[in-house]
């Protein structure tokens, strides 16, 4: 059914019905001009037989040379980064602007008898001017933009993810070429060689300039067409109706509505898999390795240096823009850094993204969409070089462990959010990294969805050197043996997960952790903290005077419309900056303190973000800890 026009303005479809007007109606005027009962014989006459053959067999042939020289001439301006692109891109589609009259007067003074490469032409004993081949040439010349447009827009539009990814499972150039870019362009491919040979069919200027008009060696059906108009106009109609007929149908094949394929992922429930089953960790080819790297990014002001041992999970956490994917970015490859990266002995420096053996897995699962799951899980093995037999057993010994067996030849389209996140695991591992990184894996799946494959990833990689970046402290208590803080491009601490959330050092760890952080500077009986509030409370052992941070529980805090006197030490007025609800109780914010209070608390209080309050909390629940540096 057609779409209703109705929400457009009036004079919008009162203009389209004015294009198409103008471009139909001459086309009716052919119509009427056709000498009906003469079609037949004028479309089989000598010359208009060689004319139609000639126009079928040079258009197809330059189809088939701008298709070989499109390609790689779009991948280059899409894909390539090199001085000078623009200029080249327009150079290249300079013949979509010049009159084709033009283009073949260039090709005349470039290929013509007289032309800049006749001397190496007549060497040859090669004539291109007024032949066959000089129609192809003219067509190519014309029709070559059109397809490179085609193609490099098509590749713009299909992120280059995907070849990232295939690269991060070792896949070479030429794997990656014909396994995962050509098949994914494969539809702009099509329309775009449709496309060329549909403007070859109907070249004239620049074929009439550079090949002449020779009955069946260069009179194309367009200057068949010409030549009719003069002697028989009816001649030239029916011809125009053959030409007109097969371009259509051309065009046509181009620009057909394609219908969507069904099963896609959003229309199917996260529970029609299987359920997980209780997955033992599958054997690494290799040993484990410890990591330890130190990465500068100027650019991006990140300085840090990473060490993991052997088998063990480092959590990082920061906040947006704290440069935690430039850190992932930079061992895998995809980001110039100095400094070094080192896995057990191995250097990863100088080595392409291929040889780094380093499974990326993020909230985007990144499978191929052309491919099933079983070939998306085999493809890893297979660019190490494992045969096809020895791939695919891997493949589907990693889908059965998480809970997809029976689900190998579906397409990335018909699975779930879920699902697809499963298979993705099963292809990060099976190349057998040496190093596993985790970028927010469970971002985009939904709570239901989320804690099997938490667990399933506890298991999986409980052996092997990963590195996690998340907002989640859940995944971080499930996932990780060991937990960095990145802020500002600088690890500002570090250690074993139970003691860096006992101890935290600033105030993004605490709203992690659920606890106030207040870093400020101690004077032997006081932290008058950055926010410029002062607290008393319990200092180290043994502790000096200098930077350090006031840790409170917010269960610790009370709230009060106004200064309570008493017991409490350290009252401090603020506004109210955030109001949160965490279950039965409400976090209410203000000054860098949090105050658990009951909802009952709070509507009593009738309490609003901008209300002022008094943040109440004893001398001897705040712990007062020195910053090391």
Same mark, same amino acid.
């Given at each position: 059914?057609? !779409?209703?026009?109705?929400?457009?303005?009036?004079?919008?479809?009162?203009?389209?019905?004015?294009?198409?007007?103008?471009?139909?109606?001459?086309?009716?005027?052919?119509?009427?001009?056709?000498?009906? &009962?003469?079609?037949?014989?004028?479309?089989?006459?000598?010359?208009?037989?060689?004319?139609?053959?000639?126009?079928?067999?040079?258009? *197809?042939?330059?189809?088939?040379?701008?298709?070989?020289?499109?390609?790689?001439?779009?991948?280059?301006?899409?894909?390539?980064?090199?001085?000078?692109?623009?200029?080249?891109?327009?150079?290249?589609?300079?013949?979509?602007?010049?009159?084709?009259? #033009?283009?073949?007067?260039?090709?005349?003074?470039?290929?013509?008898?007289?032309?800049?490469?006749?001397?190496?032409?007549?060497?040859?004993?090669?004539?291109?001017?007024?032949?066959?081949?000089?129609?192809?040439?003219?067509?190519?010349?014309?029709?070559?933009?059109?397809?490179?447009?085609?193609? $490099?827009?098509?590749? =713009?539009?299909?992120?280059?993810?995907?070849?990232?990814?295939?690269?991060?499972?070792?896949?070479?150039? @030429? !794997?990656?070429?014909?396994?995962?870019?050509?098949?994914?362009?494969?539809?702009?491919?099509?329309?775009?060689?449709?496309?060329?040979?549909?403007?070859?069919?109907?070249?004239?200027?620049?074929?009439?300039?550079?090949?002449?008009?020779? /009955?069946?060696?260069?009179?194309?059906?367009?200057?068949?067409?010409?030549?009719?108009?003069?002697?028989?106009? $009816?001649?030239?109609?029916?011809?125009?109706?053959?030409?007109?007929?097969?371009?259509?149908?051309? #065009?046509?094949?181009?620009?057909?509505?394609?219908?969507?394929?069904?099963?896609?992922?959003?229309?199917?429930?996260?529970?029609?898999?299987?359920?997980?089953?209780?997955?033992?960790?599958?054997?690494?080819?290799?040993?484990?390795?410890?990591?330890?790297?130190?990465?500068?990014?100027?650019?991006?002001? #990140?300085?840090?240096?990473?060490?993991?041992?052997?088998?063990?999970?480092?959590?990082?956490?920061?906040? =947006?823009?704290?440069?935690?994917?430039?850190?992932?970015?930079?061992?895998?490859?995809?980001?110039?850094?100095?400094?070094?990266? !080192?896995?057990?002995?191995?250097?990863?420096?100088?080595?392409?993204?291929?040889?780094?053996?380093?499974?990326?897995?993020?909230?985007?699962?990144?499978?191929?969409?052309?491919?099933?799951?079983?070939?998306?899980?085999?493809?890893?093995?297979?660019?190490?070089?494992?045969?096809?037999?020895?791939?695919?057993?891997?493949?589907?010994?990693?889908? &059965?462990?998480?809970?997809?067996?029976? %689900?190998?030849?579906?397409?990335?389209?018909?699975?779930?959010?879920? /699902?697809?996140?499963?298979?993705?695991?099963?292809?990060?591992?099976?190349?057998?990294?040496?190093?596993?990184?985790?970028?927010?894996?469970?971002?985009?799946?939904?709570?239901?969805?989320?804690?099997?494959?938490?667990?399933?990833?506890?298991?999986?990689?409980?052996?092997?050197?990963?590195?996690?970046?998340?907002?989640?402290?859940?995944?971080?208590?499930?996932?990780?043996?060991?937990?960095?803080?990145?802020?500002?491009?600088?690890?500002?601490?570090?250690?074993?997960?139970?003691?860096?959330?006992?101890?935290?050092?600033?105030?993004?760890?605490?709203?992690?952790?659920?606890?106030?952080?207040?870093?400020?500077? %101690?004077?032997?009986?006081?932290?008058?903290?950055?926010?410029?509030?002062?607290?008393?409370?319990?200092?180290?052992?043994?502790?000096?005077?200098?930077?350090?941070?006031?840790?409170?529980?917010?269960?610790? #805090?009370?709230?009060?419309?106004?200064?309570?006197?008493?017991?409490?030490?350290?009252?401090?007025?603020?506004?109210?900056?955030?109001?949160?609800?965490?279950? !039965?109780?409400?976090?209410?914010?203000?000054?860098?303190?949090?105050?658990?209070?009951?909802?009952?608390?709070?509507?009593?209080?009738?309490?609003?973000?901008?209300?002022?309050?008094? *943040?109440?909390?004893?001398?001897?629940?705040?712990?007062?800890?020195?910053?090391? @540096?």
């Amino acid at each position: 059914m057609p !779409r209703n026009p109705s929400h457009l303005p009036w004079p919008v479809p009162l203009l389209a019905l004015a294009g198409a007007g103008f471009i139909l109606l001459p086309l009716v005027g052919i119509l009427a001009n056709v000498p009906w &009962a003469d079609v037949p014989a004028l479309l089989t006459s000598p010359a208009s037989l060689d004319a139609l053959r000639l126009s079928l067999l040079t258009s *197809f042939s330059a189809a088939l040379a701008c298709l070989i020289l499109g390609v790689p001439l779009a991948l280059v301006l899409a894909r390539g980064d090199f001085p000078g692109r623009s200029v080249l891109r327009a150079l290249i589609l300079l013949p979509l602007v010049l009159p084709p009259v #033009v283009g073949g007067f260039a090709l005349l003074l470039t290929y013509g008898r007289q032309g800049v490469t006749a001397p190496l032409l007549d060497f040859f004993g090669v004539r291109i001017a007024f032949t066959t081949g000089a129609v192809i040439l003219a067509q190519v010349f014309v029709a070559l933009p059109f397809t490179v447009l085609s193609l $490099e827009g098509a590749l =713009n539009a299909t992120p280059a993810k995907y070849e990232r990814a295939a690269a991060g499972l070792g896949a070479g150039g @030429g !794997r990656i070429l014909r396994r995962i870019t050509l098949p994914l362009l494969a539809p702009a491919i099509v329309s775009g060689t449709i496309l060329s040979f549909a403007r070859a069919l109907g070249e004239f200027g620049a074929t009439l300039t550079f090949a002449g008009s020779l /009955q069946g060696t260069t009179r194309t059906l367009p200057l068949e067409i010409y030549l009719q108009r003069e002697i028989a106009p $009816e001649a030239a109609a029916s011809l125009s109706l053959l030409l007109v007929l097969v371009a259509g149908a051309v #065009v046509l094949a181009a620009y057909r509505p394609r219908r969507a394929k069904p099963g896609r992922r959003e229309s199917v429930p996260e529970d029609t898999a299987p359920a997980l089953p209780a997955a033992t960790a599958p054997v690494s080819e290799t040993p484990a390795r410890a990591l330890n790297a130190h990465i500068a990014i100027a650019e991006r002001n #990140v300085d840090a240096t990473l060490e993991v041992a052997a088998g063990r999970t480092l959590a990082i956490v920061g906040p =947006n823009g704290a440069g935690k994917s430039s850190l992932f970015g930079a061992l895998t490859g995809a980001v110039a850094h100095s400094g070094h990266a !080192r896995l057990g002995k191995r250097e990863l420096d100088g080595l392409s993204m291929q040889k780094r053996r380093i499974a990326h897995l993020s909230q985007d699962p990144l499978l191929f969409p052309h491919l099933s799951l079983l070939e998306n899980v085999a493809f890893a093995p297979r660019s190490q070089g494992a045969s096809k037999e020895e791939a695919q057993r891997r493949a589907q010994k990693l889908l &059965a462990q998480v809970g997809l067996a029976g %689900y190998e030849k579906r397409l990335p389209g018909e699975v779930s959010g879920g /699902q697809a996140q499963r298979a993705a695991i099963a292809r990060a591992l099976a190349g057998d990294p040496d190093l596993v990184l985790l970028d927010e894996p469970f971002a985009a799946l939904d709570v239901t969805a989320t804690p099997p494959i938490r667990r399933l990833l506890a298991t999986l990689l409980r052996d092997r050197t990963t590195l996690l970046i998340t907002h989640d402290m859940l995944d971080v208590l499930a996932l990780a043996d060991d937990l960095a803080v990145l802020e500002s491009g600088r690890l500002t601490a570090s250690g074993q997960v139970g003691e860096v959330l006992a101890r935290p050092t600033s105030p993004f760890l605490g709203y992690l952790a659920g606890t106030c952080v207040l870093p400020g500077n %101690y004077d032997g009986e006081a932290l008058h903290a950055e926010s410029g509030i002062t607290l008393r409370g319990i200092a180290d052992e043994d502790m000096g005077v200098g930077p350090a941070v006031a840790v409170i529980e917010p269960s610790s #805090v009370a709230l009060f419309m106004s200064d309570p006197g008493g017991s409490p030490r350290n009252a401090i007025a603020a506004e109210v900056s955030e109001i949160e609800q965490h279950g !039965r109780t409400v976090l209410v914010r203000g000054a860098g303190l949090s105050a658990e209070v009951t909802l009952q608390a709070v509507a009593g209080m009738d309490l609003r973000v901008g209300s002022r309050v008094v *943040f109440a909390v004893k001398a001897s629940a705040v712990r007062i800890h020195a910053l090391q @540096g």
